[in-house]
């Protein structure tokens, strides 16, 4: 009968079992509540994020299409009805304010994406710091 050296020594030899080296393989355990944290926020991120400045464009287009019909109908001196004169101004204004509403919506939009980056990385950096140093 075989001693347990033996037999783990008899196992050796026929299966050859490769161990990493400390700098080739390192790993960092984390508590699930900060991984699934850190998740979450990864999650949200990868949401698509509207396209308002195709929007914002087709408004913008619509403003300048209609001031410079307005500038075209004061440098010929056409006449209009009483109402076409307004009606051209009240769509360079709607079409410039909306215009203007989606960029600010773009912009904050951007700066919340921005913020829960900044928000993943910090989390990160907290997590990393309570690891032993040269970890």
């Given at each position: 009968?075989?001693?347990?050296?033996?037999?783990?020594?008899?196992?050796?030899?026929?299966?050859?079992?490769?161990?990493p080296f400390p700098k080739q393989e390192r790993r960092?355990?984390?508590?699930?509540?900060d991984w699934d944290r850190c998740k979450k926020k990864l999650n949200r991120i990868r949401q698509p994020i509207p396209r308002y400045h195709l929007i914002f464009s087709f408004f913008?287009?619509?403003?300048a299409s209609s001031g410079l019909s307005l500038l075209t109908l004061y440098l010929?001196?056409?006449?209009?009805?009483?109402?076409g004169y307004p009606l051209y101004w009240m769509i360079l204004v709607f079409?410039?304010?909306?215009?203007s509403f989606f960029v600010l919506m773009e912009r904050q939009t951007r700066?919340?994406?921005?913020s829960d980056i900044d928000d993943i990385?910090?989390?990160?950096?907290?997590i990393e710091e309570t690891f032993p140093p040269g970890q």
């Open positions: 009968m075989q001693t347990p050296n033996q037999l783990a020594s008899a196992h050796a030899c026929m299966h050859a079992i490769a161990l960092i355990g984390i508590q699930y509540l913008f287009g619509i403003a010929s001196e056409v006449s209009l009805p009483a109402w079409s410039a304010i909306t215009a700066q919340n994406k921005q990385l910090e989390d990160m950096k907290s």
